[in-house]
């Protein structure tokens, strides 16, 4: 009865809300880039099973603050509801751990803002084992009606080993009771607790769900439900609307409070990210943990193209070695300090997650190691965040994982500093590339091809200057597309104009090219053929087929103007096989066409990263310079060797005119010279990282 009583409350409450939503959300909607997150943060997991006893027994808020001081932190997320669905303060709805006797949430938030330091609440959404238990109606179903699982198997016998990260799934659609539990659960915080935000988890586990209530609300709206893409689309946009209400309630109460939705930031070809969920967020934080997820080289792009969107970025990654919320498992002090100020160069505030005992005691080693990287932070932080990327060169976004960081590692490793493209930003390019899917529409293809005839300078692989039938190319690269070859791989041979440093004999592609028919192009590179396709009845030696003696009739690589065009996606071949020899092919290619780059850095080891940031608020640039190689060991890799780095030299034109130029940390005066608007520095040696400030008129 008090439930129903309640959902009443909340409907009007909502009601009234929408009508007073624009003065609300105003306050509390996404916030500008020059003001960014608390630069020095935790995420503190606590997924305790109710079978576990004395909860908190050993929290001291001396101690609980000793660690945050310790370790530097002025912001750490707190939990409120973990996974098992136990609560960590009294509650009339939800279920507090029964192991726990006093409101260790709220004393959390005590002990926080008594030394000034912010504690968003933590709030899980997609599992929530128990009440999957008790509500298996709430569940996520498959089609054939059966919950949906993550690593789970329904039928195991208790004494069997449990999988890591295994849980039911959630049903948190708009459309479901699950979502109105979880309204009811968030205004009871509001309304007893000073709260500074909230971190909502886990949305990214599954793309459709075929539960009643889901099944009830695709019925309304026309849904085919033997599409799966419209099922995903419906789900999604039922994911939004929840996000939407939680925004809501949540700036009703506290207007200034940050609300951040997990894996909404995550660049992948999921309605998730195609529908934008991301703009339900205040600010977008990067979840990630380099040793074992998606590796060093994946926050320069996720950052990159945050940032491009106007809003604040936090880098997150863990204190963990393998995974994330592993019970002792440390990742070297150095590692977290490199990290970190990747994390600062890049423009993004730093997070790094912990796991809390049972006991509630905090691990002091844990923010020992934190502390070290961020007594580092302080030295910087006021030169990254805050910042925009700049650069006059582009990559399209195309969402296929391999053709985007294909690129993006080509060109870390050769120093190209980059920004993502769009529609917005082309005007602002001098070059732009596109990786090799056929992700355009008529309407961008139209946009890029007249940007190229007035002056813009393109680099394509592929599909990508594809349609969507993949039968005609949509832009204008001047050739024809004839076919898809015959061969499962091929060789190139590179004439001189684009052989620097290459080999003169054909080399390797692992797949083949596409063929195609120059018009008004110049050919660059051709395609040598194999004799065979290595099967059964036809093969040669231990691998792929030898190449004829002559070259085909099709081109690799061809100039068209100020268009290059790459018959081969060598972005995948680059993201699968490394080959050094088609890097060098694509750097042969953008320094044909690339003239004016704000950034160039020489000397600089391939493992070593760079990033410009434009601080205008500040009137300053700040070019970061990062180097400590991932080294691969086992399954993970390790951060380990900071080896001095002499010999840099630094290159950047900007607009302004450069009034002074100094080295952080420290802040040692640097000699430039100039050339028009060209600013040269020689960069001291440094180890690990340094950046170099230019303050501008």
Known sequence: ?????????????????????????????????????????????????ELIPEIGARFDKEQWQEALKVGRINHINIFAKGHHSMSYYPTKIGTMHPHLDFDLMGAQIEACHEIGVKCPLYFTVGWSANEAEAHPEWCMRDQDGSIRTLNLDQFAEPQEVRPHYSWKCMCSASSGPYHQYILQQVEEICRNYKVDGFWFDIYHIKETCYCQYCLERMIKEGVDLEDEEAVSTSMTLAIKDHMKQLRELVAGYFPEATVYFNATTRL?????????????????DLEDLPTTWGGYDKLPLDAKYHLGQGVPVTGMSGKFHKAWGEFGGFKHPDAIKYEAAAMISFGASCNFGDQLHPSGEMDMETYRNIGEAYQYVEQIEDYG??????????????????????????????HYDFIPANMDNLNQLELLIIPSRNCLDDEEAQAINEWVAGGGRLIVFRDGALNQEKNEFILNIGADFAEISPYHFDYTVAEPEIGENLVSTPFLNYEAGLRITPQAAEALAWIREPYFNRTYGHYSSHRETPYQLENSSYPAVIQHGNVIYFAHHLDKLYYEHAVRLHRELMKNAIDRLYQNPMLKVNNLPSAGRVSLLHQQHKARYVAHLLYSPALQRGEVQVIEDFLPVPGVEIEVAVPEKVTRVYQVPGGEELKFSRVGKLIKIEVPEFTMHSGVVLEYQ
Not at 10 to 35: E, T
Not at 385 to 413: K, N, Y
């Open 1 to 49: 009865m008090k439930r129903v009583n309640f959902f009443k409350v909340m409907s009007i409450k909502i009601i009234l809300m929408m009508h007073f939503l624009p003065g609300i959300l105003s306050a509390q909607s996404q916030r500008n880039i020059d003001q960014p997150m608390p630069t020095r943060q935790v995420h503190l997991d606590f997924h305790t099973s």
């Open 385 to 414: 965040p805050g910042g925009i990327p700049v650069s006059r060169l582009g990559m399209w976004l195309t969402l296929d994982e391999a053709a985007d960081h294909g690129v993006v590692r080509m060109l870390l490793e050769m």
């Open 268 to 284: 992948e070809d999921k309605q998730i990210f195609k529908q934008r969920l991301y703009d339900m967020n205040t600010h977008q």
